[in-house]
């Protein structure tokens, strides 16, 4: 089954770029042509792109390691959330707070209280407080939550990132840039390619086109999770035939030992020998002899 179709792409405007005057010359190289002062993206090298990051997702995901969605435009916001929730991954859609990369183990204590203020409003402990200080917490959650709710669970870096308009999300780009994380971005024709491990050229303001995107890489940690849960189900049944193989086995094993002992053999009578000396006759009564005479 194809990644992506040419259908697909030219239906979600993906070919379509911004004014010719606010190019990038380095995307040249990406782009087919211009019609009516817009430039046009060569799709055949989306495609292209598009099955390399799909093959870059499905290894990562198959090696153990996770895929950060970042997509904070108006347009993104909600496709970015869709796509990482269906596929059980982690995003930001919000705002990308400085450090979120490099200084991870400060975002770690962040996300810490999160959880800690989470706990303490299940548990009854907001009972036991004041409403102010329940108003506080509240609005602290909620802040935290917005910005940082799509890498709650997210306990260490990410093996990939995916991003939506490098422009936009700059400080993102130089951050994985630094840590030395993959980046897989959609790059319009006002955008710098380079830098970028994996450049997808195509538009990156449609929300069609950046949902299209978002659900292909979404697709390809799907099919990742699920190679990997077959495998998982394969090992287990190899289990149970080999426990089945050892049960069956146990048995003949253990009744073998009888089957190939022999009989015993019958006890022989034991042989008297008989002496020269006479046995004595046991001491008889007087009425059991008889008297004879010559």
């Known amino acids: 089954m194809a990644v992506v179709t040419m259908k697909n792409l030219l239906e979600s405007g993906v070919h379509f770029g911004h004014q010719t005057k606010r190019w990038d010359p380095r995307m040249k190289k990406f782009i087919f042509s211009q019609r009516n002062g817009i430039h046009i993206i060569d799709l055949q090298k989306t495609i292209v792109s598009i099955r390399e990051a799909y093959d870059v997702v499905?290894?990562?995901?198959?090696?153990g390691k996770s895929v950060l969605f970042v997509g904070t435009k108006k347009q993104a916001q909600a496709a970015i959330a869709k796509e990482a929730e269906r596929c059980d991954m982690f995003y930001v859609n919000n705002?990308?707070?400085?450090?979120?990369?490099?200084?991870?183990?400060?975002i770690k204590k962040s996300l810490h209280q999160l959880k800690k203020i989470e706990k303490m409003e299940v548990d009854g402990t907001f009972e036991q407080l004041t409403k102010k200080e329940v108003s506080k917490l509240l609005k602290e959650k909620g802040n935290?939550?917005?910005n940082l709710?799509?890498?709650?669970?997210?306990?260490?870096?990410?093996?990939?990132?995916?991003?939506i308009d490098t422009k936009t999300e700059a400080i993102a780009v130089a951050e994985a840039k630094r840590m030395g994380i993959p980046i897989i971005a959609v790059v319009d024709t006002n955008c710098n390619p380079e830098g970028i491990n994996y450049p997808i050229p195509g538009n990156d303001d449609a929300i069609r086109a950046i949902s299209l995107?978002?659900?292909?890489?979404?697709?390809?940690?799907?099919?990742?999770?699920?190679?990997?849960?077959?495998?998982?189900?394969?090992?287990?049944q190899e289990e149970e035939a080999e426990e089945e193989a050892v049960a069956t086995e146990a048995p003949v094993a253990a009744e073998a030992p009888k089957a190939a002992e022999a009989p015993k053999a019958a006890k022989a009578p034991v042989e008297i020998k008989e002496t020269e000396t006479p046995v004595k006759a046991a001491k008889a009564d007087d009425s059991d002899v008889v008297y004879?005479?010559?």
């Not at 799907?222 to 849960?229: K, L, R």
């Open 58 to 63: 499905r290894k990562t995901v198959l090696d």
């Open 95 to 106: 705002r990308w707070l400085g450090g979120m990369l490099t200084n991870f183990s400060t």
């Open 144 to 146: 935290l939550e917005k």
């Open 149 to 163: 709710g799509g890498i709650k669970n997210m306990s260490e870096l990410p093996g990939v990132i995916f991003i």
């Open 213 to 236: 995107f978002t659900q292909i890489i979404a697709n390809a940690v799907v099919e990742a999770d699920n190679e990997i849960g077959l495998e998982v189900i394969e090992s287990l």
């Open 292 to 294: 004879t005479t010559d």
